[in-house]
């Protein structure tokens, strides 16, 4: 019997990498002849490049960057299995939980560490990139990154500005003939599911800027600011970015990788081409899927749901197993053969995320009983 077990992380207790692991302990408990292929899926936020790397048996490389702050961190990036491609993870150079909420501040922030990420990996010979966008902390439509990689800003009085939010508010002048010439040879994959445009109702500070620590005020301001900053932009290369699906993303972000060429995809189809998903798919005789929160939302281009109906396309039944299902969970039975939380009885969140380990490892016996016994 083939299994693929491919889930999402149950955030805030198991990564996709452990979640995965415990189902197949569990399993080959009941069926120890199985063969499993365990491949933790992500949507371009954390654990991307945890992910990526595992399930193409690649490598870390470790480094010293600029953190979302302006301080030096340690961090790292992935090295597929292919030996070419980069993988970057944007919530481990910029993560928002990198920041005490005291102190988080979209005018404060900076991505020019994802910059300095991408020179560090392209001067070590490497040219093709996967950007894993979710999880910032930034709201500088890329300026960080862009100085980084060599584009400049000016404000009024010819001054360089500083990698930050703020400086937002300041640029009076770009040029982009100053970008490293490196980058025009590198080729950037940018995982993410977010379509939100750079500016707007619907933009980047509007929709994201507050869980960011953005006030009232600091969203007005940083929308404008962005609109301004895409102008000037956008007159100095004579094409228009600002409006297209996924500008928005990681507080625009997304905007300066489609200037320099990048192409956004959806998170889950990046980690399933890198890790041969489909074809494991095709040859499995059950695939398992899951998540920490299961609902109606979960239809909405989530890891499960593009999990089902990419094994639906192949007739190969799926199991959804995550830590909770909620409201509107039962318009899952359409992609699913059943759904399942892995709560045996009453038990708070707290408990549920604590013991969750445990508690997925029992959900899953009975799982795998019940497709041993159908059998």
Known sequence: MNIVIAPDSYKGSLSALEVGKTIKKAF????????IDVIPMADGGEGTLETLVYST???????????????????????????KTVVIEVAKIAGLPMIPPEKRNPMKTTTFGIGDAILRAANSGYRNFIIGLGGSATNDGGLGML??????????????????????????????????????????????D????????????????????ATPKQVEELDQALKNYANLIESDLG?????????????????????????????????????????????????????GQSDYQTLYGKVPSFIAKTANKYKIPTILLSGGLGQGYEQLYDYFVSCHSITAGPISLED????????????????????????
Request: with cysteine; net charge negative; glycine share 12%.
């Open 57 to 83: 048996n690649g490598k870390r490389i470790q480094i010293n960057v600029t953190g979302p702050l302006g301080d030096p961190i340690e961090s790292e990036y992935g090295v597929l299995g292919d030996g």
């Open 28 to 35: 080959l408990k009941e069926i120890p002849d199985a063969t």
């Open 147 to 192: 100085k980084a990689l060599g584009v400049t800003f000016l404000d009024e009085d010819g001054n360089v500005v500083k990698p930050i939010g703020s400086s937002l508010l300041r640029v009076q002048s770009v040029d982009f003939s100053t970008i490293n010439a490196i980058v025009k040879e590198c080729h950037f994959r940018i995982a993410s």
């Open 352 to 375: 549920c995320m604590e013991n969750a380990r445990e508690l997925l490892f029992y959900q899953s016996r009975n799982i795998a009983r019940l497709i041993q016994a159908k059998k």
């Open 239 to 291: 094409k228009q970015y600002q409006n297209m699906p996924g500008a928005g993303a990681a507080g625009g972000l997304g905007y300066s990788f489609l200037l320099i060429g990048g192409e956004i995809i959806s998170g889950a189809e990046i980690v399933a081409e890198a890790t041969g998903l489909v074809e494991k798919i095709k040859c499995a005789n059950w695939v398992i899927t899951g998540e």
């Open 194 to 213: 977010v379509d939100n445009p750079l500016c707007g109702e619907q933009g980047a500070t509007a929709v994201f800027g507050p869980q960011k620590g």
